[in-house]
C-alpha cells in the first residue's frame, strides 16, 4: 500500500482559513531526542519567556516531535532539505499562495538564511512572509538583495530591537490588549489578518495571547517597552546604544 505523501509544509486550522501554508521548527531553546541542545531564536529577549509558541499545543508530543524532525532535517542534511523544500514548492497547490516561513522559531545561522533565500528564488510562483527578530542577519544577508516573492516584519522584544528605527521600519509589537495597541496608533493584527504585518501599515500591534501567567508576566507593558527595561538594566549606568524609540 502506497504511504500518503508527507508534506514539509502544513496548516493549522487558523493558516488554512487564510489560505496560508506554513514552516515551523521547535522555539527558542532546548534539547533534541538524540541530545544535541539548539537555539532557533538567538536574538530573543524578553520574548523568551512570554512566547506562545512554548505554550499550549505546541507542546503536543505529535507537534514536539513534527518541529523537531524539521530542525534535525536542517541540521542534518541543509542541502539535501533545500532540496526537498525546493522540489515541493513546485506543486500546483502552493502557486499564487502564501507560505510563513516559522509559526515558531526564527532564521538562526546564515547558511539557513541564504538556504531559504535560495528556495525562495526558486518558487517565483509562491509569496513567502515572516515575522523575525534576527535583524543584523537580515541586514547583512537578506536587505542587499531580497527575493522578489518575499515580505518581512521586525518583531519587536529581541535583542536587536535598538537596531531599529521605529518611525520609518516595518515592525510588530505585542500589546496587553487591544485598547492599548489602539491608544499607541497600531493597527491590529486580529482585526485584519496575519497578512497585514507585511502588507498593511509599517506599525502593527497584536494584542497578548490570553494564557493567564503568561499575562500576568506581561502586565501593562508591550513587549518593546519590557526590552528597553532589559537592556538598560545590561547596559548599567553610563553605557548606551542607539535606541530605535520614536
Avoid at 531526542?33 to 529577549?45: I, K
Avoid at 517565483?124 to 543584523?136: C, D, E, I, L, Q
Avoid at 528605527?165 to 492599548?180: A, G, K, M
Avoid at 506599525?203 to 519590557?226: P, T, V
Wanted: hydrophobic share 35%.
Amino acid at each position: 500500500m502506497t504511504q500518503p505523501k508527507r508534506w514539509l509544509l502544513t496548516q493549522n486550522s487558523d493558516m488554512r482559513r487564510q489560505g496560508i501554508f506554513n514552516w515551523s521548527i521547535p522555539a527558542w531553546a532546548g534539547t533534541l531526542p538524540d541530545g544535541r541542545t539548539y537555539n532557533t531564536c538567538p536574538s530573543a529577549g524578553v520574548c523568551a519567556p512570554l512566547c506562545y509558541a512554548r505554550q499550549g499545543s505546541y507542546r503536543f508530543p505529535n507537534v514536539k516531535a513534527r518541529h523537531e524532525a524539521n530542525l534535525m532535517m536542517i541540521l542534518d542534511d541543509l542541502p539535501g532539505w533545500e532540496r526537498e523544500m525546493t522540489e515541493e514548492l513546485q506543486h500546483k497547490r502552493y502557486q499564487g499562495r502564501w507560505v510563513r516561513v516559522h509559526d515558531a522559531g526564527d532564521f538562526f545561522s546564515e547558511s539557513y538564511v541564504r538556504a531559504w533565500v535560495r528556495v525562495m528564488r526558486a518558487a517565483p510562483g509562491v509569496r513567502f512572509y515572516a515575522y523575525t527578530k534576527s535583524v543584523s542577519l537580515f541586514r547583512d544577508v537578506v536587505e542587499p538583495d531580497p527575493p522578489a516573492n518575499f515580505k518581512w516584519v521586525i518583531s519587536l522584544g529581541g535583542r536587536e530591537d535598538h537596531l531599529v528605527d521605529l518611525t520609518t521600519e516595518r515592525h510588530v509589537d505585542i500589546f496587553p490588549d487591544e485598547d492599548s495597541l489602539a491608544e499607541a496608533g497600531y493597527t491590529s493584527r486580529a482585526e485584519e489578518g496575519c497578512l497585514v504585518s507585511v502588507l498593511g501599515p509599517q506599525k502593527i500591534g497584536i494584542s497578548a495571547n490570553n494564557i493567564r501567567h503568561l499575562k500576568k508576566k506581561q502586565g501593562d507593558h508591550r513587549w518593546s517597552e519590557l526590552q528597553r527595561d532589559q537592556d538598560g538594566r545590561r547596559r548599567g549606568p553610563g553605557k548606551q546604544f542607539r535606541s530605535g524609540r520614536p
